[in-house]
């Protein structure tokens, strides 16, 4: 695993910042805040342990108010643990449905066709 090449989303992506990066032989960890054309943003977490594949990750999408559109995550509270590890959330912290497995391309381009006109 890299560090995200997001270029092909240039199109949809008005700022990106790195907020924290580690790139290490044993981790690769990353956070990201990617502000969108319509004044949304994605906040991206992602943790990767190359030896054992390990990948936890969360994906949060939110409007320019901060409220919470649609968050992808495989980690949860200890209150959550029926929760399949995949699952979203979905318009609000309660709407918890299940999701395959994300990567933040699957989210980008999602994030793409909602915000492409119809």
Known sequence: MQFPDLSSFH????????VQVKLRPDL???KLKITFLDGTLLHVRENHLPVSNWHEYSYQWQDDANQLIHR??????????SVPPHHQH???EENIQPSEPM?????LEYIARQLSPQ
Request: charged share 25%; proline share 0%.
């Open 72 to 81: 992808w995550d495989n980690s949860h509270e200890r209150h959550l643990l």
């Open 103 to 107: 990567t933040l391309e699957k989210v």
């Open 90 to 92: 979905v318009g609000s």
């Open 28 to 30: 690769v960890h990353f």
């Open 11 to 18: 199109s949809i992506i008005k700022n990106q910042e790195v």
